[in-house]
């Protein structure tokens, strides 16, 4: 005897009743409604249901009603790489990827979760830093303060003047008179008295 056989099973009692769901009429978003016929609706819809691969646009349109029982592979191939690259249906495509994403986040949480509670994973680290990475978010800070000071100080432009003078000497240059500003002498002296 085995290990299960001799394990009796618990008697299964009354089932709980679930509450009925209501019933949810799913409606479609604005590029699905642009497309102009529900073929084409079923062909994108059909798109997610084939299974993926070589010929899954021409399985696609044959459960989406295009095509006659008599159409050749070709034809048939003709009519789905058409479809495909229609920029409605391309679009149309696009939104049904977003609602597929979005319906698969529960799965993912719970994924992420067991992950996460696995420190045996080889991807457990990863799947933390990704969290927290998230959640908290790195900031960084840089303060930068920076000063410079452009004015000459008076012993700065005193030297520059008498190394001009000493330059202008030892290649005979000859300097521009002094510019002097307007002012009245006497005036001066009087400011100078006082």
């Known amino acids: 005897m085995t290990v299960k056989t001799m394990i009796a099973k618990k008697p ?10 209501e019933p949810i009429d799913p409606q479609d978003g604005e590029k699905m409604k642009a497309l ?3 073929r084409h609706r079923a062909f994108v819809r059909a798109m997610y249901q084939v299974k993926p691969g070589h010929g899954a646009a021409v399985r696609a349109a044959k459960l989406a009603g295009f095509g006659t029982p008599q159409s050749s592979p070709q034809s048939m191939a003709t009519i789905a790489s058409r479809l495909t690259h229609d920029p409605r249906v391309q679009e149309a495509f696009a939104e049904q990827d977003q609602l597929y994403v979005r319906a698969s986040a529960p799965r993912t949480i719970h994924a992420l979760s067991a992950l996460i509670e696995n420190p045996a994973s080889k991807d457990h680290a990863r799947g933390i830093a990704m969290v ?4 908290h978010p790195t900031e960084t800070v840089v303060k930068v303060d920076h000063k410079h000071d452009v004015t000459p100080s008076a012993k700065e432009t005193a030297e520059l003047l008498q190394r001009i003078a000493e330059l202008s000497e030892k290649f005979s240059v000859r300097r521009p008179a002094p510019l002097v500003i307007d002012h009245d002498a006497a005036e001066t002296e009087t400011q100078a008295l006082q």
């Open 12 to 21: 299964k009692g009354k089932r709980r009743e679930v509450a009925p769901l």
């Open 36 to 38: 102009s016929t529900d």
């Open 132 to 135: 927290l990475d998230r959640m």
